[in-house]
C-alpha cells in the first residue's frame, strides 16, 4: 500500500515508478481525488465548529427566555449538511484507498528495466549442469516407472494439478520438507511457526494477495481463504502491532501445504509435479527496521542457497526485472536449479523485500530504540525452498541410468539411513 502523502510529494516520480512496470500515470487521478477528500474534510470541520456555536447559542437563549427557534432550525439544518460532507469525505477516502491498493510496490533503483522475464539478470551460478552420460528422464517418468508417483489416482481423487506418492518417493519429500526446517531454525536463527492453512480475507488483505488475485486463491464457503504460501500468516502475525525494536529481527520460518488456483496457468507445465494446486514449502520471513532490510534480504537469499548447495544440485540466482518482480515485491531475486530432463533452468525459490509496502496494510510499525519514534516495519519473504521442486531436482540431477536414484547424503539420517531409491525392476 502506497502513502497518498507520497504521492503528493511527488507525483512525477510515483508516476515514473508505475510506467517502470509498464503501468499508466495515477497520480492525477489520485490527487484530484485527495484534493477533494480534503476539501471536504476541511468543510465538515468548518461546519461543526458553526454547529457547536449555535447549539451554545441556543442553550444561552433558552437560559435568558429568548427565543432560540430560529437559531436551532439553522443548526438542525447544519446537521443534515454535515452528514452529507461526511459522506462525501468517507466515500473519496474510500475511492483512494480502492485505488492505491491495487498498485503495486515502487521498484528498487537496482530492479534492471524490461517487460518480463527476458530482461532478468543472472547474477551468480553453483555448479555446473554435468552430461550424466545417457538420456535423462524427467521427473514424471522416473517417478512413474519407479510406481511411486501416480498421477492418475490423482487425477480420480481430486482432478488434475495433483499426485500421489508412495513408498520411498513419498519418504524422500517428507525428507526434504524436514531437512529444510531444521537446517533453517537450527542453523540460520529462524524460529519454527505452525501456521493455520486457513485465514481470514484482511490475511490475505494485509500480504496483498486480496483484492487484485481472489482467482489465484481457494475461498471456502464461510469466508476464509486456503494460504497461497505460509507467508500470508507468517507475515501477518505483527499486524496492527507496535513492536519494540529491541524484538527486530524477526525470522520466522514454516513448512506447510499450500493451495494455489494456478488460474493463469492453463496449459502450462500440465505433466507432472512442477506446478500443482496443493504442494509443500518451506518459507522464510524476516521482520526488519527499514535500515536493515536490503542486508536482511541478500541474508535470506543466501540461507535458501544453502539448502541447493546441500542437495548437491546445479543453481543460479536470478535478479527479476521491474516486468518480471510481483507485485508486493520492490526487488526479488529468484533461485533456479537446473533440470536434466527438461535441459533448462527452472525457479525453486523467490526471495523478496517488500519494504513498507506489506506493513503499511497490515498496520505493523516498530518503536525505535529511543523509544519515541513509531515507524512502519519491512517485511521480507522467500522460499526455503519449495519442497515439491526440490523433489524434482533431486530426481532428475541425481537418477542413474538404470533407473534408480542416489539420495544426497543430508537426507540419509531422514531416510532411515537409505542411500538410494532402486530402481523398479529392482524392487521386485
Not at 390 to 407: K, P, R
Request: aromatic content about 6%; overall charge neutral.
Amino acid at each position: 500500500m502506497h502513502d497518498i502523502r507520497a504521492v503528493r510529494a511527488d507525483p512525477a516520480a510515483f508516476d515514473a515508478a508505475l510506467a517502470r512496470r509498464g503501468l499508466p500515470a495515477s497520480a492525477a487521478a489520485l490527487l484530484a481525488l485527495d484534493a477533494g477528500r480534503r476539501a471536504a474534510q476541511t468543510a465538515l470541520q468548518e461546519m461543526q465548529t458553526r454547529r457547536n456555536a449555535l447549539s451554545k447559542q441556543v442553550g444561552e437563549l433558552r437560559r435568558s427566555g429568548a427565543d432560540g427557534a430560529k437559531t436551532a432550525a439553522e443548526a438542525a439544518a447544519l446537521r443534515g449538511e454535515t452528514e452529507i460532507l461526511e459522506g462525501r469525505a468517507a466515500g473519496l477516502e474510500a475511492e483512494i484507498r480502492k485505488t492505491l491498493e491495487r498498485l503495486p510496490n515502487v521498484l528498487d533503483p537496482e530492479v534492471p528495466d524490461g517487460p518480463d522475464e527476458s530482461a532478468n539478470v543472472v547474477q551468480k551460478q553453483v555448479g555446473r549442469p554435468r552430461d550424466l552420460g545417457f538420456q535423462p528422464r524427467q521427473h514424471f517418468e522416473l517417478g512413474e516407472a519407479l510406481g511411486m508417483m501416480d498421477f492418475a489416482a490423482a487425477a480420480r481423487l481430486a482432478g488434475s494439478r495433483f499426485v500421489v506418492l508412495r513408498g520411498p518417493l513419498a519418504r524422500l519429500e517428507r525428507a526434504l520438507g524436514q531437512f529444510m526446517i531444521d537446517l533453517h531454525t537450527r542453523e540460520h536463527g529462524y524460529e519454527e511457526i505452525f501456521v493455520p492453512l486457513l485465514v481470514n480475507a484482511a490475511a490475505v488483505y494485509g500480504t496483498g494477495q486480496l483484492p487484485k488475485f481472489a482467482e489465484d486463491l481457494f475461498a471456502t464457503t464461510d469466508g476464509r481463504w486456503l494460504i497461497p504460501t505460509a507467508e500470508v500468516p507468517l507475515t501477518n502475525l505483527p499486524a496492527g502491532e507496535i513492536l519494540e525494536q529491541k524484538r527486530l529481527p524477526m525470522r520466522l520460518a514454516a513448512l506447510s501445504d499450500c493451495f494455489r488456483s494456478e488460474a493463469g496457468a492453463a496449459g502450462r507445465d500440465t505433466r507432472g509435479m512442477l506446478r500443482q494446486h496443493q504442494f509443500r514449502k518451506v518459507e522464510l520471513v524476516s521482520i526488519t527496521p527499514p535500515d536493515a532490510s536490503a542486508a536482511e534480504h541478500e541474508r535470506m537469499t543466501e540461507c535458501a542457497e544453502r539448502v541447493l548447495a546441500a542437495l548437491e544440485v546445479p543453481f543460479r540466482r536470478v535478479l527479476l526485472s521491474a516486468g518480471d518482480t510481483g507485485f508486493a515485491a520492490a526487488k526479488t531475486y529468484d533461485l533456479e536449479v537446473w533440470l536434466p530432463g527438461q535441459q533448462g533452468w527452472r525457479e525453486i525459490s523467490s526471495c523478496s523485500n517488500c519494504r513498507d509496502f506489506q506493513a503499511r496494510r497490515m498496520h505493523a510499525r516498530f518503536r525505535s530504540a529511543e523509544g519515541k519514534a513509531v515507524a512502519f516495519v519491512h517485511t521480507l519473504n522467500g522460499s526455503g525452498v519449495a519442497v515439491g521442486r526440490a523433489l524434482i531436482a533431486v530426481l532428475e540431477n541425481h537418477q542413474q541410468a538404470d533407473g534408480s536414484v542416489l539420495i544426497p547424503s543430508v537426507l540419509w539420517p531422514y531416510m532411515g539411513g537409505m542411500e538410494r531409491i532402486p530402481a523398479g525392476l529392482e524392487r521386485h
